[in-house]
């Protein structure tokens, strides 16, 4: 009897040992594998002379306005619109995946060549505390190490835990590979085409009109999120630089309106962060009252489940109209 208990601690322990050392190995091999990945990573990305071109494309010009956004600012809120309306001249730095951690590293740049704007116009989405500004995008300005990157002790299996940003480096290499112009392989959007963009054409097969007896709704994600510590920071450097900043919550397709069901919490929140500033302004133009929401001739895309919305040429100028009219006075 006692033999047999003996046998079987033997075998128990060795199962266990066994059991240790395999997890021991993932744990060195998915380390070993994500610090190669890092590595890659941060040479595919590598954008050394994207200040130099930033500086250069300044110099020759004289903007008053800084506009930043994600890409629902990069199709709602159009440049040439506001110089035809008011005369100011406006610089665009909105498009898909950044955020506000990248809006301030960018602010620290832009003003050492452009000067101090004199109006920051900043799109404020519903989402914007999940917005996590891409590694792609960040490289322009942090250079980080694969080992500061990596958290080493962050989560059990590193490899599993940045499996999107892993995802997006495989998407963007297989872009690069259709891009001809190597001078452009890794920008999505560059400098000159952001200010040139006037805006697509209303796609009704990207629309969800008809409200269908279920959907998934989204509540408020609640800040400070993965950036909204880095608002703060522009707002507050924003105030010291004396910069009226006009905050601007854009038009969605009625049916994505629907689905952000806590936009009012959000704009109570948007609303109650605008009080600890002396020159920082809200407006609300995702509302009926303010604008034709439902009518899909001005929209890209959006609808009932549908989170995320974006104007189409149409709504831009019709949007443009009404957000002159209230700058109008920030620029007397």
Known sequence: MNLSILNFNFKGRKYVLRLLFFLLCLVVCDRVLYI?????ESHFYQEGDFEARLARYLKSKKFNTLIFGTSRTYEGIQPFLIKKKLNQDCFKEAHQGVGPRYNYYFYQVYKKYAGIPKVVIYGVDYFIYTVESERKYMSRFVKESPWEKAGFFSTPLLSIENKKNIDLLVNNIIESFKEKDEAVRLQSKDIEEIQKHEGGNSDPSRLIEKRPLKFKT????????QEGDYFVKLLDELQNDGVTVVLVCLPDFYGSLVTNEEHSLFMEHIRELQTNYLSVYVYNYNSLKRFPLKNPAYFLDGGYGM??????KEGAVLLNESLCKDLEKHYR
Do not use: E, K
């Not at 190669?36 to 890659?40: A, L, W």
């Not at 989170?307 to 189409?312: E, G, R, V, W």
């Open 36 to 40: 190669g990945i890092s590595s890659f």
């Open 218 to 225: 989204q509540g408020f994600p609640l800040p400070p999120g």
């Open 307 to 312: 989170t995320n919305s974006h104007l189409s």
